[in-house]
């Protein structure tokens, strides 16, 4: 019969909230920002496991003592090298920030870009944050932004951080493959006109429709923030406002809805047959 490792063996109990690897998950939730090991704090068995399945590094995963099942399912996932700590249950509760935890959590490694590292792919899909505060908009944007073919996020400022908890969430673990860098916008627009992607930015008022803009070249959509908008500054330097058409009845689509209609746009314009039926 194979060699089995047994739960105890594999696993270590940890009883005291001042211990220093339980810290430091409590300090990365609450920071929303990569440690000095590149770790960011993630919840949740399936975000655990998409970042298993994204290829990063888990420098250590909490179970809760309630979630021993889950723990049992996803050891087998682990790197020989994973440290594996076992909590009481109140313990686990105050190091997240949910109000219902899953006993599951981790400290895992993410990939740091640059922008050269994001204009260095093409033909260039960017998606451009400008202030954009609620961090399920971000989670979704980077969601539609992967399914659609996204070649990077660009984080302009007053952006909420993407790992945030609520973001990470949302992005159902895009936001662990997605190439994600934090930019000053008056220095990354200027670099990415000068690659020849071409700068749009998204208006609930007026602009072009979309679907009467052409989005089969390099460009990068900028989406504002949920209540004011793309500032007047970034607008002055885009090369077309789109908008999208809907009813006067609703006031405004929401950050990442907008963006997603306008990805889904790109995508479809994008596509293979949408080029050879243009060229007929």
């Known amino acids: 019969m194979p060699n089995t490792i047994r739960f105890e063996d594999r696993v270590r109990r940890v009883d005291s909230s001042q211990n220093a690897r339980v810290k430091e998950l409590r300090r990365a939730f609450a920071e929303a920002a990569p440690n000095q090991q ?20 888990l420098g250590t995963v909490f179970f809760s003592e309630s979630a021993r099942e889950r723990a049992h ?3 087998p996932q682990l790197a020989a090298n994973t440290e594996a700590l076992l909590l009481p249950d109140k313990v686990f509760a105050n190091a997240v920030p949910s109000e219902t935890p899953q006993g599951v959590a981790a400290l895992v490694r ?3 870009f640059t922008l050269e590292n994001i204009l260095a ?17 971000l989670g979704t944007i980077a969601r539609s932004g992967e399914a659609f073919s996204v070649t990077g996020l660009l984080l302009g400022e007053r952006t909420v951080s993407p790992w945030n908890w609520k973001a990470v969430r949302a992005s ?10 934090k930019v000053e916008l008056a220095q990354a627009l200027p670099e990415i006109k000068t690659c020849g992607v071409r700068v749009l930015a998204t208006s609930s008022h007026k602009g072009t429709e979309i ?14 923030s949920e209540g004011a908008g793309v500032p007047k500054d970034v607008l002055a330097q885009a090369d077309e406002v789109v908008v999208i058409p809907q009813s006067p009845k609703v006031e405004s689509l929401n950050a990442g809805i907008a963006a997603s209609i306008v990805l889904y746009e790109a995508a479809r314009q994008r596509s293979p047959q949408r080029h050879r039926d243009r060229e007929v």
């Not at 159902?172 to 860098?181: E, H, K, V, Y």
């Open 38 to 57: 590149g770790e960011v704090a993630i919840e949740g068995m399936h975000l655990v496991e998409e970042a298993i399945r994204s290829g990063l590094r």
């Open 172 to 181: 159902a673990g895009s936001l662990f493959r997605l190439p994600t860098a």
């Open 121 to 137: 792919v093409q033909p260039s899909l960017l998606v451009i944050t400008a202030g954009l505060q609620d961090p399920g908009n």
């Open 73 to 75: 399912k996803l050891l």
């Open 211 to 224: 679907s009467d803009v052409d989005l089969r070249g390099p460009v990068a959509l900028v989406v504002g």
């Open 110 to 112: 993410v990939k740091p």
